[in-house]
Protein backbone atom coordinates (compact mmCIF):
# COMPACT_ATOMS: atom_id res chain seq x y z
CA UNK A 1 0.00 0.00 0.00
CA UNK A 2 1.03 3.32 -1.13
CA UNK A 3 0.32 6.22 1.65
CA UNK A 4 -0.33 9.33 -0.17
CA UNK A 5 2.14 11.07 2.25
CA UNK A 6 4.88 9.18 0.19
CA UNK A 7 5.56 6.30 2.55
CA UNK A 8 4.99 3.15 1.30
CA UNK A 9 4.04 -0.09 2.77
CA UNK A 10 4.33 -3.35 0.40
CA UNK A 11 5.31 -1.94 -3.15
CA UNK A 12 2.77 0.09 -5.62
CA UNK A 13 -0.84 0.21 -4.71
CA UNK A 14 -2.61 0.32 -8.42
CA UNK A 15 -6.58 1.83 -8.25
CA UNK A 16 -7.95 3.54 -5.62
CA UNK A 17 -8.17 2.88 -2.00
CA UNK A 18 -11.39 2.06 -0.94
CA UNK A 19 -11.85 4.26 2.36
CA UNK A 20 -15.44 2.55 3.64
CA UNK A 21 -15.06 3.28 7.40
CA UNK A 22 -17.75 5.77 8.24
CA UNK A 23 -15.19 8.90 8.47
CA UNK A 24 -13.13 10.24 7.28
CA UNK A 25 -14.71 9.25 4.04
CA UNK A 26 -13.42 9.24 0.17
CA UNK A 27 -12.79 12.89 -0.58
CA UNK A 28 -14.19 13.20 -3.90
CA UNK A 29 -11.78 14.87 -6.58
CA UNK A 30 -13.64 18.03 -7.16
CA UNK A 31 -13.05 18.64 -3.36
CA UNK A 32 -9.63 17.66 -3.53
CA UNK A 33 -8.83 20.27 -6.88
CA UNK A 34 -10.67 22.83 -5.28
CA UNK A 35 -8.61 23.03 -2.41
CA UNK A 36 -5.38 22.90 -4.72
CA UNK A 37 -4.88 26.65 -4.03
CA UNK A 38 -2.57 28.87 -2.52
CA UNK A 39 -3.72 30.02 0.83
CA UNK A 40 -5.00 33.10 1.01
CA UNK A 41 -4.92 36.52 3.43
CA UNK A 42 -7.64 35.76 5.97
CA UNK A 43 -8.62 39.38 6.63
CA UNK A 44 -8.10 40.37 2.87
CA UNK A 45 -11.18 40.71 0.57
CA UNK A 46 -11.13 37.87 -1.33
CA UNK A 47 -11.53 35.42 2.28
CA UNK A 48 -14.18 37.80 2.84
CA UNK A 49 -16.29 36.55 -0.32
CA UNK A 50 -15.61 33.05 0.62
CA UNK A 51 -16.70 33.30 4.19
CA UNK A 52 -19.70 34.79 3.38
CA UNK A 53 -20.24 32.17 1.13
CA UNK A 54 -19.90 29.64 3.07
CA UNK A 55 -21.25 31.07 5.89
CA UNK A 56 -24.55 31.40 4.05
CA UNK A 57 -24.40 28.45 2.23
CA UNK A 58 -23.92 25.76 5.32
CA UNK A 59 -27.15 26.75 6.66
CA UNK A 60 -28.89 24.81 3.80
CA UNK A 61 -27.52 21.88 4.83
CA UNK A 62 -28.69 21.85 8.45
CA UNK A 63 -31.47 23.29 6.88
CA UNK A 64 -31.29 26.48 9.36
CA UNK A 65 -32.17 30.00 9.22
CA UNK A 66 -30.07 30.64 11.73
CA UNK A 67 -26.20 31.43 12.32
CA UNK A 68 -23.49 28.26 12.13
CA UNK A 69 -19.95 28.50 13.75
CA UNK A 70 -17.22 27.08 11.94
CA UNK A 71 -14.27 26.23 13.93
CA UNK A 72 -10.77 25.02 13.20
CA UNK A 73 -11.43 21.64 14.87
CA UNK A 74 -12.48 18.35 14.82
CA UNK A 75 -15.95 17.35 15.91
CA UNK A 76 -15.25 16.95 19.30
CA UNK A 77 -14.19 20.51 19.40
CA UNK A 78 -17.48 21.73 18.11
CA UNK A 79 -19.01 19.05 20.90
CA UNK A 80 -16.90 20.72 23.96
CA UNK A 81 -18.36 24.67 22.27
CA UNK A 82 -21.80 23.41 22.07
CA UNK A 83 -21.67 22.57 26.19
CA UNK A 84 -19.43 25.61 27.34
CA UNK A 85 -21.74 28.33 25.06
CA UNK A 86 -25.02 27.63 27.22
CA UNK A 87 -24.24 26.01 30.40
CA UNK A 88 -23.07 26.27 33.61
CA UNK A 89 -21.07 24.44 36.53
CA UNK A 90 -23.42 21.88 37.83
CA UNK A 91 -26.06 22.14 35.54
CA UNK A 92 -28.05 18.53 34.77
CA UNK A 93 -27.98 17.33 31.47
CA UNK A 94 -29.62 14.20 30.58
CA UNK A 95 -28.16 11.93 27.95
CA UNK A 96 -28.43 8.79 26.38
CA UNK A 97 -26.52 5.64 25.99
CA UNK A 98 -26.95 4.90 22.11
CA UNK A 99 -23.29 3.32 22.21
CA UNK A 100 -19.51 4.66 22.19
CA UNK A 101 -19.80 8.38 20.77
CA UNK A 102 -22.54 9.24 23.96
CA UNK A 103 -20.39 8.04 25.87
CA UNK A 104 -17.48 10.22 25.11
CA UNK A 105 -19.78 13.01 25.10
CA UNK A 106 -21.20 12.32 28.37
CA UNK A 107 -17.48 11.61 29.50
CA UNK A 108 -16.52 15.38 28.56
CA UNK A 109 -19.81 16.75 30.17
CA UNK A 110 -18.70 15.17 33.26
CA UNK A 111 -15.23 16.21 32.80
CA UNK A 112 -16.28 19.83 32.05
CA UNK A 113 -18.23 19.96 35.10
CA UNK A 114 -21.33 19.33 34.34
CA UNK A 115 -23.96 16.61 36.31
CA UNK A 116 -25.30 13.89 33.52
CA UNK A 117 -27.74 11.79 34.01
CA UNK A 118 -27.61 8.92 31.66
CA UNK A 119 -30.53 6.90 30.01
CA UNK A 120 -29.20 3.34 29.61
CA UNK A 121 -28.87 1.67 26.09
CA UNK A 122 -27.56 -1.21 24.70
CA UNK A 123 -25.69 -0.35 22.18
CA UNK A 124 -28.15 -1.68 19.84
CA UNK A 125 -30.94 0.64 19.81
CA UNK A 126 -31.71 4.44 19.27
CA UNK A 127 -32.55 7.23 21.85
CA UNK A 128 -36.18 5.78 23.50
CA UNK A 129 -38.12 9.25 23.13
CA UNK A 130 -40.57 7.88 26.20
CA UNK A 131 -38.16 7.83 28.42
CA UNK A 132 -36.84 11.26 28.19
CA UNK A 133 -40.26 12.09 28.58
CA UNK A 134 -40.68 10.40 31.73
CA UNK A 135 -37.45 11.43 32.79
CA UNK A 136 -38.17 15.36 31.99
CA UNK A 137 -42.55 15.14 33.36
CA UNK A 138 -40.76 13.71 36.41
CA UNK A 139 -38.61 16.76 36.71
CA UNK A 140 -40.82 19.45 38.62
CA UNK A 141 -37.73 21.77 39.03
CA UNK A 142 -36.59 21.82 35.99
CA UNK A 143 -32.86 21.02 36.80
CA UNK A 144 -32.38 19.38 33.61
CA UNK A 145 -30.69 22.19 31.23
CA UNK A 146 -30.13 20.57 28.13
CA UNK A 147 -30.59 16.85 26.37
CA UNK A 148 -28.12 15.65 24.17
CA UNK A 149 -28.21 13.01 22.04
CA UNK A 150 -26.41 11.61 19.15
CA UNK A 151 -28.19 11.63 15.53
CA UNK A 152 -26.46 8.84 13.60
CA UNK A 153 -24.63 6.58 15.85
CA UNK A 154 -21.88 6.49 14.31
CA UNK A 155 -20.36 3.17 16.90
CA UNK A 156 -23.33 1.04 16.03
CA UNK A 157 -25.24 2.41 13.11
CA UNK A 158 -28.44 2.98 14.86
CA UNK A 159 -30.09 5.99 14.00
CA UNK A 160 -32.61 8.01 16.35
CA UNK A 161 -35.74 10.23 15.47
CA UNK A 162 -34.52 13.91 16.60
CA UNK A 163 -38.21 14.69 15.71
CA UNK A 164 -39.51 12.64 18.34
CA UNK A 165 -37.29 13.92 21.41
CA UNK A 166 -38.23 17.57 20.49
CA UNK A 167 -41.93 16.17 20.90
CA UNK A 168 -41.37 14.10 24.11
CA UNK A 169 -39.45 17.76 25.70
CA UNK A 170 -42.72 19.85 24.18
CA UNK A 171 -45.09 17.00 25.58
CA UNK A 172 -43.41 17.25 29.11
CA UNK A 173 -43.25 21.03 28.64
CA UNK A 174 -39.70 21.24 29.42
CA UNK A 175 -37.45 24.06 28.39
CA UNK A 176 -34.29 22.17 28.51
CA UNK A 177 -31.93 23.09 25.17
CA UNK A 178 -32.14 20.26 22.86
CA UNK A 179 -28.41 19.33 21.25
CA UNK A 180 -27.69 16.66 18.86
CA UNK A 181 -24.43 15.51 17.15
CA UNK A 182 -24.77 15.38 13.58
CA UNK A 183 -21.01 14.58 13.11
CA UNK A 184 -21.70 11.37 10.94
CA UNK A 185 -25.11 12.18 9.31
CA UNK A 186 -25.14 15.66 8.30
CA UNK A 187 -24.96 15.34 4.34
CA UNK A 188 -26.13 12.15 4.44
CA UNK A 189 -29.51 11.46 6.34
CA UNK A 190 -31.79 13.85 6.38
CA UNK A 191 -31.38 16.71 9.52
CA UNK A 192 -33.62 19.62 10.18
CA UNK A 193 -32.10 22.15 12.42
CA UNK A 194 -35.20 24.20 12.66
CA UNK A 195 -38.33 21.85 11.95
CA UNK A 196 -36.99 19.74 14.82
CA UNK A 197 -36.51 22.80 16.76
CA UNK A 198 -32.82 22.11 17.59
CA UNK A 199 -30.86 24.19 19.90
CA UNK A 200 -27.58 23.25 18.84
CA UNK A 201 -26.04 21.01 16.09
CA UNK A 202 -22.60 19.65 15.98
CA UNK A 203 -21.16 18.46 12.94
CA UNK A 204 -18.00 17.36 11.42
CA UNK A 205 -16.68 17.91 8.08
CA UNK A 206 -15.16 14.61 7.24
CA UNK A 207 -18.24 12.29 7.23
CA UNK A 208 -21.30 12.98 5.27
CA UNK A 209 -19.53 16.45 3.87
CA UNK A 210 -16.75 14.20 2.22
CA UNK A 211 -14.16 16.90 2.92
CA UNK A 212 -10.82 16.05 4.76
CA UNK A 213 -10.37 16.07 8.72
CA UNK A 214 -10.19 19.63 10.55
CA UNK A 215 -13.29 21.76 11.04
CA UNK A 216 -16.47 21.26 12.73
CA UNK A 217 -19.96 22.52 13.28
CA UNK A 218 -22.32 24.25 16.01
CA UNK A 219 -25.68 25.35 13.84
CA UNK A 220 -27.40 27.70 17.23
CA UNK A 221 -31.06 29.11 17.72
CA UNK A 222 -31.93 32.08 19.17
CA UNK A 223 -32.50 30.01 22.39
CA UNK A 224 -29.43 28.46 22.62
CA UNK A 225 -27.69 32.15 21.51
CA UNK A 226 -29.93 33.54 24.70
CA UNK A 227 -28.26 30.87 27.09
CA UNK A 228 -24.64 32.38 26.42
CA UNK A 229 -25.43 35.38 28.52
CA UNK A 230 -25.91 33.05 31.81
CA UNK A 231 -23.91 30.32 30.76
CA UNK A 232 -20.82 30.20 33.22
CA UNK A 233 -18.44 27.38 31.82
CA UNK A 234 -14.73 28.73 31.02
CA UNK A 235 -14.55 29.30 27.19
CA UNK A 236 -12.22 31.84 25.23
CA UNK A 237 -11.34 30.05 22.15
CA UNK A 238 -15.16 28.16 22.21
CA UNK A 239 -16.77 31.50 22.74
CA UNK A 240 -19.71 31.56 20.07
CA UNK A 241 -20.37 35.29 20.74
CA UNK A 242 -16.51 36.53 19.43
CA UNK A 243 -17.15 34.62 16.24
CA UNK A 244 -20.59 35.56 15.47
CA UNK A 245 -19.04 39.06 15.48
CA UNK A 246 -16.62 38.30 12.71
CA UNK A 247 -18.94 36.37 11.31
CA UNK A 248 -21.36 39.09 10.43
CA UNK A 249 -18.65 40.21 8.54
CA UNK A 250 -17.46 36.57 6.63
CA UNK A 251 -14.47 36.90 8.84
CA UNK A 252 -12.66 34.94 12.08
CA UNK A 253 -11.66 36.10 15.17
CA UNK A 254 -8.32 33.81 14.58
CA UNK A 255 -7.22 31.97 11.38
CA UNK A 256 -9.78 30.27 10.01
CA UNK A 257 -8.94 26.53 8.04
CA UNK A 258 -9.08 28.71 4.59
CA UNK A 259 -7.98 25.48 2.63
CA UNK A 260 -10.53 23.06 3.93
CA UNK A 261 -13.20 26.22 3.19
CA UNK A 262 -12.27 26.02 -0.35
CA UNK A 263 -13.15 22.70 -0.02
CA UNK A 264 -16.56 22.87 2.14
CA UNK A 265 -17.59 25.66 -0.51
CA UNK A 266 -17.49 23.04 -3.21
CA UNK A 267 -19.06 20.40 -0.92
CA UNK A 268 -22.04 22.58 -0.42
CA UNK A 269 -22.05 23.15 -4.05
CA UNK A 270 -22.19 19.39 -4.58
CA UNK A 271 -24.61 18.16 -2.33
CA UNK A 272 -27.27 21.55 -3.27
CA UNK A 273 -26.66 20.37 -7.09
CA UNK A 274 -27.62 16.83 -6.21
CA UNK A 275 -30.28 17.81 -4.15
CA UNK A 276 -30.58 17.10 -0.70
CA UNK A 277 -33.62 14.88 -1.12
CA UNK A 278 -31.92 12.92 -3.79
CA UNK A 279 -28.72 12.77 -1.26
CA UNK A 280 -30.49 11.35 1.23
CA UNK A 281 -32.00 8.72 -0.81
CA UNK A 282 -29.22 7.47 -2.62
CA UNK A 283 -27.59 7.06 1.60
CA UNK A 284 -30.60 4.82 1.75
CA UNK A 285 -30.45 2.29 -1.23
CA UNK A 286 -26.91 1.80 -0.04
CA UNK A 287 -27.65 1.01 3.10
CA UNK A 288 -30.60 -1.06 2.32
CA UNK A 289 -28.46 -2.88 -0.69
CA UNK A 290 -25.85 -3.33 2.18
CA UNK A 291 -28.41 -4.86 4.64
CA UNK A 292 -29.39 -7.10 2.38
CA UNK A 293 -25.78 -8.53 1.93
CA UNK A 294 -25.32 -8.64 4.90
CA UNK A 295 -28.42 -10.99 5.51
CA UNK A 296 -27.48 -12.92 2.28
CA UNK A 297 -24.13 -13.70 4.19
CA UNK A 298 -26.05 -15.00 7.10
CA UNK A 299 -24.75 -12.49 9.55
CA UNK A 300 -26.31 -10.48 12.19
CA UNK A 301 -26.65 -6.60 12.01
CA UNK A 302 -25.49 -5.27 14.72
CA UNK A 303 -29.05 -2.81 14.77
CA UNK A 304 -32.02 -4.27 16.62
CA UNK A 305 -34.25 -1.18 16.04
CA UNK A 306 -36.34 -1.56 12.76
CA UNK A 307 -37.05 1.84 11.97
CA UNK A 308 -32.99 2.49 13.42
CA UNK A 309 -31.19 1.41 10.51
CA UNK A 310 -28.28 3.81 9.78
CA UNK A 311 -28.35 5.42 6.09
CA UNK A 312 -24.47 6.00 6.63
CA UNK A 313 -22.99 2.91 8.14
CA UNK A 314 -23.58 -0.85 9.15
CA UNK A 315 -22.15 -2.49 11.68
CA UNK A 316 -21.95 -6.33 11.10
CA UNK A 317 -21.87 -8.74 14.48
CA UNK A 318 -18.56 -11.31 14.02
CA UNK A 319 -19.99 -15.07 14.36
CA UNK A 320 -18.32 -15.88 17.97
CA UNK A 321 -14.82 -16.94 18.00
CA UNK A 322 -14.27 -14.80 15.09
CA UNK A 323 -11.97 -11.65 15.20
CA UNK A 324 -12.89 -8.65 13.30
CA UNK A 325 -10.04 -7.27 13.55
CA UNK A 326 -8.51 -10.05 11.92
CA UNK A 327 -11.34 -9.08 9.19
CA UNK A 328 -10.36 -6.23 8.35
CA UNK A 329 -6.74 -7.03 8.62
CA UNK A 330 -7.57 -9.40 5.58
CA UNK A 331 -9.38 -7.06 3.79
CA UNK A 332 -6.81 -4.34 3.97
CA UNK A 333 -3.89 -6.48 2.88
CA UNK A 334 -5.54 -8.33 -0.17
CA UNK A 335 -7.85 -5.44 -1.35
CA UNK A 336 -6.44 -2.34 -0.30
CA UNK A 337 -10.06 -1.52 1.66
CA UNK A 338 -10.27 -0.14 4.89
CA UNK A 339 -13.50 -1.30 7.20
CA UNK A 340 -14.72 0.82 10.26
CA UNK A 341 -12.94 -1.14 13.61
CA UNK A 342 -15.37 -1.99 16.63
CA UNK A 343 -15.34 0.89 19.14
CA UNK A 344 -15.38 0.44 22.99
CA UNK A 345 -17.04 -2.62 24.02
CA UNK A 346 -17.20 -3.33 20.42
CA UNK A 347 -14.11 -3.91 20.04
CA UNK A 348 -12.87 -7.28 17.87
CA UNK A 349 -16.70 -7.88 17.39
CA UNK A 350 -18.43 -6.27 15.22
CA UNK A 351 -16.79 -4.07 11.96
CA UNK A 352 -18.39 -1.53 10.00
CA UNK A 353 -19.15 -0.67 6.55
CA UNK A 354 -19.46 3.35 5.88
CA UNK A 355 -21.60 4.18 2.63
CA UNK A 356 -21.63 7.73 3.27
CA UNK A 357 -20.46 10.31 1.32
CA UNK A 358 -19.06 10.30 -2.02
CA UNK A 359 -20.24 6.86 -3.04
CA UNK A 360 -22.24 5.22 -5.97
CA UNK A 361 -23.59 1.43 -6.74
CA UNK A 362 -20.22 0.78 -8.02
CA UNK A 363 -18.37 1.86 -5.00
CA UNK A 364 -20.58 -0.09 -3.13
CA UNK A 365 -20.67 -3.22 -4.92
CA UNK A 366 -16.60 -3.05 -4.95
CA UNK A 367 -17.01 -2.88 -1.15
CA UNK A 368 -19.07 -5.60 -0.48
CA UNK A 369 -16.94 -7.71 -3.23
CA UNK A 370 -14.18 -6.73 -1.16
CA UNK A 371 -16.00 -7.82 2.48
CA UNK A 372 -17.54 -11.25 0.54
CA UNK A 373 -14.06 -12.28 -0.11
CA UNK A 374 -12.15 -11.07 3.15
CA UNK A 375 -14.93 -13.41 5.13
CA UNK A 376 -14.05 -16.26 2.92
CA UNK A 377 -10.49 -15.86 3.02
CA UNK A 378 -10.66 -15.24 7.03
CA UNK A 379 -12.68 -18.84 7.04
CA UNK A 380 -15.83 -17.25 8.82
CA UNK A 381 -18.79 -18.56 8.39
CA UNK A 382 -20.99 -17.31 6.12
CA UNK A 383 -23.28 -17.69 2.81
CA UNK A 384 -21.77 -17.09 -0.46
CA UNK A 385 -24.56 -14.69 -2.86
CA UNK A 386 -24.40 -11.47 -0.11
CA UNK A 387 -23.08 -9.38 -2.94
CA UNK A 388 -25.39 -10.82 -5.88
CA UNK A 389 -28.19 -10.39 -3.34
CA UNK A 390 -26.82 -6.62 -3.40
CA UNK A 391 -26.82 -6.32 -7.29
CA UNK A 392 -30.50 -7.18 -7.47
CA UNK A 393 -31.90 -4.99 -4.87
CA UNK A 394 -29.40 -2.70 -6.74
CA UNK A 395 -30.98 -2.99 -9.78
CA UNK A 396 -34.43 -3.42 -8.40
CA UNK A 397 -34.35 0.16 -7.92
CA UNK A 398 -31.86 1.60 -9.68
CA UNK A 399 -33.27 5.44 -10.58
CA UNK A 400 -33.72 5.14 -14.43
CA UNK A 401 -34.53 1.33 -14.27
CA UNK A 402 -36.67 0.16 -17.20
CA UNK A 403 -39.49 -2.12 -16.20
CA UNK A 404 -38.21 -5.57 -16.06
CA UNK A 405 -37.01 -7.66 -13.62
CA UNK A 406 -33.49 -8.89 -13.66
CA UNK A 407 -33.09 -12.13 -12.14
CA UNK A 408 -30.22 -14.81 -12.37
CA UNK A 409 -31.33 -17.75 -14.39
C1 LIG B 1 -16.77 10.86 14.30
C2 LIG B 1 -17.75 11.15 15.38
C3 LIG B 1 -17.41 11.90 16.51
C4 LIG B 1 -16.00 12.35 16.78
O1 LIG B 1 -15.63 13.34 15.89
P1 LIG B 1 -14.07 13.72 15.72
O2 LIG B 1 -14.11 14.51 14.45
O3 LIG B 1 -13.33 12.43 15.61
O4 LIG B 1 -13.68 14.52 16.88
C5 LIG B 1 -18.40 12.19 17.42
N1 LIG B 1 -19.67 11.77 17.25
C6 LIG B 1 -20.03 11.03 16.19
C7 LIG B 1 -21.45 10.60 16.05
C8 LIG B 1 -19.09 10.70 15.23
O5 LIG B 1 -19.45 9.97 14.17
Redesign the pocket.
Known amino acids: MKLSHGLSLNGHPSGRHFLQI??PTNVPDRILRAMDYPTIDHRGPEFQQLGKSVLAGIRRIFQTEGPVIIFP?????A?EAALVNTLSPGDAVLMCETGH?AT??KRMAERLGLVVEFIPGDWRHGVDAAAIEARLAADRDRRFRAVCV??????TGVTSRIDEVRHAIDRAGHPALLMV?????LGSIDYRHDAWGVDVT?A?S??GLMLP?GI?FNAISAKALGATKQARLPRSYWDWNEMLAANANGFFPSTPATNLLYGLHEAIAMLLEEGLPNVFSRHQRHAEATRTAVRGWGLEILCRDPDGHSPALTAVVMPDGHSADALRRIALENFNLSLGQGLGKLADRVFRIGHLGDFNDLTLLGTLGGVEMALCLADVPHRRGGVQAAMDSLAASAPKAPRVECRSA
Open positions: PGASGTGWFLWVHNETSDTISSVGQKPS
